[in-house]
């Protein structure tokens, strides 16, 4: 079974561009990964700010008073509440919104200029929520968060795609997931530090902090060139070509720019690309666009990292001992981000989704048996010994390391990867669509589900990343070291999806091409 069976190397296309990893593309690729913070900085800081008593004091006063009830109360249940789970996951209501409109901006304006605009509405709503008053200017706030998060996370992800030599694309696009583990453990650290702070106002230097990642980004977007393949799709062949040379350090890029021209003129006959994807031969893309994002936010991840503190309190941590405990899985999952970086283009992606799932899969159950031992189902632990805690933090640290080697960087790698250029645009906004719905609901529903499922919604999760396992096992073809423009010969070679992709489907839309009187496709 071709690319489904093992975990080895992909078909190959026996197409290699020439190129270079330029000090050039180096410096681009990491500004332009500087995106990621954003999205990090806010995961890590929403979890902490939760978890201090004069924020939930001033606008969660009920959940602040369940919290300093009698210790005897249900644990499970301390942090149930629906307006205190709105706060943290109305933003991914918002970046689902946005992500649809940073799809046209994306592919007629450019990569760079979503980048811009995510960062300048990250800034407006990191100001907003740091002076805020009320609960609704926290929502406001966190809705242009979530617009910013929206533009940010369409565009990175392909820009860095596009901008990469094919050798060292999965390497350089995970500097994207780099970034967002590096803004969780700044804000981890930022959180601890701040809760410190006399007078109980840390929480504004928290929120407001957001500022200084979006300040980043907006600032590196204006310094950054723009894609080739952007160019070209706009028109701008002559200065296209001029960029790729000086992407790739060489003089002669010809067979490279050709391969994009062809892809671009296919892409250029399609007039509605969202509704070009649910054609035949786009099933895979559409499979990979929905499957992968609502997979990744299934294993649970956004549970530990977004409520990490809110967590180890509920299982019996003190309030400071639980952002120390926030700040150790963020740094676990910085260096398990460097691994991946390493590995990636080495050992290949679907050789790290496995290992990691296989990884996620027994740190769930360990820590669903350690919490059900000590829990029970009314949720009253009685002491703690300390043997316990370090049991618990040990295996949740081991859990985030799985993550982060595999469906952390590899969920935004992958999708932004095996789409054609016809497609991409819309491909990857419904990717972040999908990937901010299902944020939004398990953010939305964590707290009730943990009061209601008790330790069994580790065993929920594990039951998930059990079937996504097997799902990359038989259905996503190895695509390490194969050029994005060929990446359509995956799927002609996959025991599965070449039934859907007919091999005259090559260089990105030759069908529409042929059909419309133009060029014939190239063939690999």
């Known amino acids: 079974m071709a690319g489904g069976g093992g975990i080895g190397p992909g078909p190959g296309t026996g197409k290699q561009y020439p190129g270079n990893l330029t000090a050039y593309v180096m410096v681009t690729c990491v500004i332009a990964a500087m995106g990621g913070l954003i999205f990090g900085y806010d995961i890590g800081i929403s979890g902490g700010v939760t978890s201090m008593d004069s924020f939930l004091e001033k606008f969660f006063p009920a959940v602040y008073k369940k919290e300093k009830a009698d210790d005897s109360?249900?644990?499970?249940?301390?942090?149930?509440?629906?307006?205190?789970?709105?706060?943290?996951?109305?933003?991914?209501?918002?970046?689902?919104?946005?992500?649809?409109?940073?799809?046209?901006?994306?592919?007629?304006?450019?990569?760079?200029?979503?980048?811009?605009?995510g960062g300048v509405l990250?800034?407006?709503?990191?100001?907003?929520?740091?002076?805020?008053?009320?609960?609704?200017?926290?929502?406001?706030?966190?809705?242009?968060?979530?617009?910013?998060?929206?533009?940010?996370?369409?565009?990175?992800?392909?820009?860095?795609?596009?901008?990469?030599?094919?050798?060292?694309?999965?390497?350089?696009?995970?500097?994207f997931q780099l970034s967002v583990t590096s803004g969780i453990l700044a804000?981890?650290?930022?959180?601890?530090?701040?809760?410190?702070?006399?007078?109980?106002?840390?929480?504004?230097?928290?929120?407001?902090?957001?500022?200084?990642?979006?300040?980043?980004?907006?600032?590196g977007s204006l310094l950054l060139p723009e894609t080739p393949n952007s160019l070209i799709e706009r028109g701008r062949q002559d200065e296209a070509r001029s960029k790729l040379k000086r992407i790739r350090g060489l003089s002669n890029v010809d067979e490279e720019f050709y391969d994009l021209v062809a892809a671009c003129e296919a892409s250029m006959k399609i007039e509605h690309p969202w509704r070009n994807l649910l054609r035949r031969k786009y099933r895979p893309h559409l499979t990979m666009a929905i499957a992968i994002p609502f997979f990744q936010q299934f294993t649970g991840i956004n549970v530990i990292m977004f409520y990490a503190p809110v967590l180890f309190k509920t299982i019996g941590f003190g309030g400071e001992a639980s952002l120390i405990s926030a700040v150790v899985t963020g740094g676990v999952n910085v260096l398990a981000t460097g691994v991946s970086i390493y590995g990636v283009d080495k050992w290949g992606r679907r050789f790290l989704f496995l290992v990691g799932g296989i990884q996620m899969l027994i740190c769930q159950v360990v820590v669903a048996i350690c919490i059900g031992l000590k829990f029970g189902v009314n949720g009253n632990p009685g002491a703690l010994p300390e043997w316990y805690a370090v049991v618990v933090v040990l295996f949740i640290c081991i859990y985030v390391a799985g993550f982060a080697c595999s469906w952390g960087p590899l969920g935004w790698l992958v999708p932004s990867e095996i789409f054609p250029l016809?497609?991409?645009?819309?491909?990857?906004?419904?990717?972040?669509?999908?990937?901010?719905?299902?944020?939004?609901?398990?953010?939305?529903?964590?707290?009730?589900?943990?009061?209601?499922?008790?330790?069994?919604?580790?065993?929920?999760?594990?039951?998930?990343?059990?079937?996504?396992t097997f799902f990359i096992y038989f259905f996503l073809p190895e695509t390490k070291n194969i050029p994005i423009e060929e990446m359509v010969v995956v799927w002609q070679k996959h025991w599965f999806w070449s039934r859907f992709v007919a091999e005259d489907d090559r260089n990105n839309g030759s069908v529409e091409m042929d059909n419309n009187g133009g060029d014939k496709s190239r063939k690999v």
């Open 422 to 468: 016809e497609i991409r645009s819309a491909a990857q906004s419904l990717n972040v669509s999908v990937n901010m719905i299902f944020t939004f609901i398990v953010a939305q529903v964590f707290l009730t589900m943990l009061c209601r499922l008790k330790f069994g919604l580790f065993l929920f999760f594990a039951f998930f990343v059990l079937v996504m």
């Open 187 to 219: 804000a981890n650290l930022l959180n601890y530090g701040f809760a410190k702070i006399n007078g109980g106002w840390g929480w504004r230097l928290s929120l407001g902090g957001a500022m200084v990642p979006a300040l980043i980004i907006s600032v």
């Open 122 to 175: 990250f800034c407006a709503g990191a100001l907003i929520n740091g002076f805020a008053q009320n609960v609704m200017m926290l929502i406001v706030g966190r809705i242009l968060l979530g617009f910013g998060i929206g533009f940010a996370n369409q565009s990175v992800p392909l820009y860095l795609s596009e901008m990469a030599p094919y050798k060292y694309r999965g390497a350089l696009n995970i500097g």
């Open 73 to 117: 109360t249900n644990q499970y249940c301390k942090f149930d509440s629906v307006t205190l789970t709105l706060f943290t996951s109305s933003l991914y209501l918002a970046a689902l919104l946005s992500s649809i409109v940073a799809s046209t901006v994306t592919r007629k304006l450019g990569r760079k200029l979503s980048m811009l605009f």
